[in-house]
């Protein structure tokens, strides 16, 4: 089971960048697919990109596309998320969670889907 750790949140002006970073605690990280969710206050937990075991394949949801991006470091067992062009709609607290897929490309982006995750990080951002 791995234990994830997010960081990078912060309270930010529109249009700024963040960077969010979830790291393992030293699993085969290769065996694990990556997703990062985000939960506003009231609303439910949603999927916001996911990146496959090797880094190989991405996903988005169609709101952070072109703005969010998704990448891995498996030598050092971390997962970025970087946010340019913040917007308000992006506040909320932001998950990364991890799950064993069945194949190489897999990135899924069912919140049920995955079986680890880790506390969360607020970002929030002013208009």
């Known amino acids: 089971q791995v234990q994830l750790v997010e960081s990078g949140g912060g309270l930010v002006q529109a249009g700024d960048s963040l960077r969010l970073s979830c790291a393992d605690s030293g699993h085969t990280f290769t065996s694990y697919a990556v997703g990062w969710f ?3 206050p009231g609303k439910e937990r949603d999927f916001v990109a996911a990146i496959s075991r090797i880094g190989n394949v991405v996903k988005y949801v169609d709101s952070v596309k072109g703005r969010f991006f998704i990448s891995r470091d498996n030598a050092k067992n971390t ?3 970087q946010m340019n062009s913040l917007k308000p709609e992006d506040t909320a607290v932001y998950y990364c969670a991890a799950t064993r897929p069945s194949g190489v ?3 899924p982006y069912i919140r049920d889907d ?3 995750w880790g506390r969360g990080t607020q970002v929030t951002v002013s208009s």
């Open 38 to 40: 985000r939960q506003a």
């Open 79 to 81: 997962v970025s998320l």
């Open 105 to 107: 490309f897999a990135t």
């Open 114 to 116: 995955y079986t680890s």
